[in-house]
């Protein structure tokens, strides 16, 4: 059974960086999501099994960085010059890939986690 678990998120003001954390059992590719109340979820950031290859949404673009240690099975969204519009919950998902690839549909991806919220005021 494959886990994926976040941790990292918060309330925080604007301007300020919240980094989000994401374990998952075994060597999967990884992606963020995230979904505003009242919005459909959608991507954020997603990155190969090497870490070489990253893709990210136009709205977090040069603000957000992913990356991945494969040595703790753990991927990392560094979110930095948060905005309003950035309150979301955000969502890790996993799923097995081949190296030098990236998923950037939520349907490409077979786990997730549980969630976990980030709230930026204004």
């Known amino acids: 059974q494959v886990q994926v678990v976040e941790s990292g998120g918060g309330s925080v003001q604007t301007g300020a960086s919240l980094r989000l954390s994401c374990t998952v059992s075994?060597?999967?590719?990884m992606g963020w999501f995230r979904q505003a109340p009242g919005k459909e979820r959608e991507f954020v950031a997603a990155?190969?099994?090497?870490?070489?290859?990253?893709s990210y949404a136009d709205s977090v673009k040069g603000r957000f960085t992913i990356s991945r240690d494969n040595t703790k099975n753990t991927g990392y969204l560094q979110m930095n010059s948060l905005r309003p519009e950035d309150t979301a919950i955000y969502y890790c998902?996993?799923?097995?890939?081949?190296?030098?690839?990236?998923?950037?549909?939520?349907?490409?991806?077979?786990?997730w986690g549980q969630g976990t919220q980030v709230t930026v005021s204004s």
């Open positions: 998902a996993a799923r097995r890939g081949v190296t030098g690839h990236y998923y950037t549909r939520a349907s490409d991806y077979t786990f």
């Open positions: 075994g060597r999967l590719l």
């Open positions: 990155i190969s099994l090497a870490g070489t290859k990253t």
